[in-house]
């Protein structure tokens, strides 16, 4: 007996039960599975704060089965017998950013594409541009979207920056020179202003920020390899926050906040020589009350810190519990302040929800 998921054919036997005689399927004892649910991870507790203020756990989604539609008794038996179709999993997820209307858009530099969740419509995408002939797509790193949820995906091999429509449509590489080369040396982090149509990209081997025009054009460049004051080492992530620009540093083991000319305003961590918060920050957020949120991906938690970079407390811990990290990347904060985290080695996005006033 066997069934083709993928061309949706039936072999003879499989067909008789099928079709003249189904009803001997509701004659067979239900299996395990559907008799029993299997005992849920123990979800971590609130995290209680100062004035009311709380951070709960919301979810964690890991792969396509998590977004589609539950299947019912029917769906539920055939897959004990043909096997469940095949599924898209997380690979090795680095960044996530989150449009208009609620969906999840996140980089898989192991899958070699990008994975699309729309909760809302319990639909999936996976996107991919690996065999194409003009601009592969070889590591997507990290991910922005502009106000018409276009979305923006560097690609730190290929040196490129690959734009796409909402609904996936490729419109663009920008940085795609002749012979096919990118620009770029290892684009990574992502920011796209829609209202004064600019686009910002660090380019961590250059050490500098890239500010571009919508059709990818160089207007300006921030920053330079040093240790003080508005210059980087390695720099990564990068988000806005009203008019500052907020940029990781990773390797000043800083996270830096300048305006949009690049002017240094502060920063959270070392100044000199001193010892800093941060052994190995990789992705910044930002909530509605201006708190910056900083994944420290060696101690497996998530910072938070005040405007002025005082630490107010963190969350987290190496395991693979929820709630728990291991090699968290990416992280994004939506309008309603949920807290998407990219926990890179457990294959997974975990999702926190902050309670403020």
């Known amino acids: 007996m066997s069934f083709d998921v993928r061309r949706g054919e039936l072999n003879w036997a499989w067909k008789f039960a099928a079709i003249g005689g189904i009803s001997l399927l509701f004659c067979l004892p239900l299996p395990v599975w559907a008799r029993e649910k299997a005992a849920p991870l123990p979800v971590p507790p609130d995290i209680v704060l100062e004035g009311g203020r709380r951070l709960s756990f919301e979810r964690s989604f890991s792969s396509e089965k998590d977004v589609r539609k539950k299947p019912g008794l029917f769906g539920k038996l055939l897959n004990f017998v043909a096997g469940e179709p095949d599924m898209h999993y997380l690979v090795r997820p680095y960044s996530i950013a989150i449009d208009s209307t609620g969906r999840a858009i996140i980089t898989d530099p192991g899958a070699e594409g990008i994975h699309i969740f729309d909760f809302p419509q319990k639909k999936y995408k996976f996107i ?4 194409s002939r003009n601009d592969p797509m070889q590591s997507p790193q990290c991910v922005a979207v502009d106000a018409d ?13 690959f734009v796409f429509r909402r609904d996936g449509k490729f419109l663009q590489a920008i940085g795609s020179l002749k012979g096919g080369e990118g620009y770029f040396k290892r684009p990574t982090g992502i920011a796209v202003d829609s209202a004064a149509q600019r686009i910002y990209v660090t380019d961590t081997l250059r050490d500098q920020i890239f500010v571009l025009d919508m059709q990818g054009n160089v207007l300006e460049k921030i920053g330079k390899k040093g240790g003080d004051r508005g210059e980087f080492r390695l720099p990564t992530e990068l988000k806005l926050k009203g008019r500052e620009l907020v940029v990781v540093d990773a390797m000043n083991l800083r996270v830096q906040m300048l305006d949009r000319n690049g002017t240094f305003l502060h920063s959270i961590g070392p100044e000199e020589k001193q010892r800093g918060p941060f052994q190995r920050p990789k992705a910044v957020a930002v909530d509605s009350e201006g708190h910056i949120y900083v994944v420290e991906a060696l101690r497996n938690t998530v910072q938070v810190h005040d405007s002025n970079g005082q630490l107010l407390y963190y969350f987290g811990k190496r395991g693979i519990g929820l709630g728990d990290f291991q090699l968290p990347t990416g992280l994004f904060i939506d309008s309603r302040d949920r807290i998407y985290v990219v926990d890179s080695y457990n294959r997974r996005v975990q999702v926190f929800h902050y309670f403020g006033h």
């Open 128 to 131: 991919e541009r690996r065999e």
């Open 149 to 161: 949820d276009n979305f923006y995906v560097t690609d730190s091999v290929a040196g490129k920056i």
